[in-house]
């Protein structure tokens, strides 16, 4: 059964520091372009980061763009999330996705395969 799992959300105060991470059973990620997403309470799920099979390219939504990076290991099967200087407006439930697509040709591909989903609170 393939299956994305998240891990590493948490409470966190304003200006602190989490790191997501996305693993799979049943399922070898080098292939696929791999994306973060996030959806706040009451509001729709919107794209956060998403980067390509090779890692050689990556996407950023403008508002997390130089707080958040995303990377991939390929050898332990791992797509992480690195969010810097947390905001109150960070607060949601965040997903990673398996992409339509291996490249991420300057914008995140459509998602074909969601997590169950990490929750992350960011407040004082």
């Known amino acids: 059964q393939l299956q994305l799992v998240e891990s590493g959300g948490g409470l966190v105060q304003p200006g602190g520091s989490l790191r997501l991470s996305c693993t799979t059973s049943?399922?070898?990620?080098?292939?696929?372009?791999i994306g973060w997403f996030r959806q706040g309470p009451g509001k729709v799920r919107r794209e956060v980061s998403c980067?390509?099979?090779?890692?050689?390219?990556?996407h950023y939504e403008d508002s997390v763009k130089g707080r958040f990076t995303i990377s991939r290991d390929n050898d332990k099967n791992t797509v992480d999330l690195q969010m810097n200087s947390l905001k109150l407006e960070d607060t949601s439930v965040y997903y990673c996705a398996v992409l339509s697509s291996s490249n991420v040709p300057g914008m995140c591909p459509s998602p074909d395969l969601w997590g169950q989903g990490t929750q992350v609170t960011v407040s004082s």
């Open positions: 980067i390509s099979s090779s890692g050689f390219s990556t």
């Open positions: 049943g399922l070898t990620l080098d292939r696929f372009a």
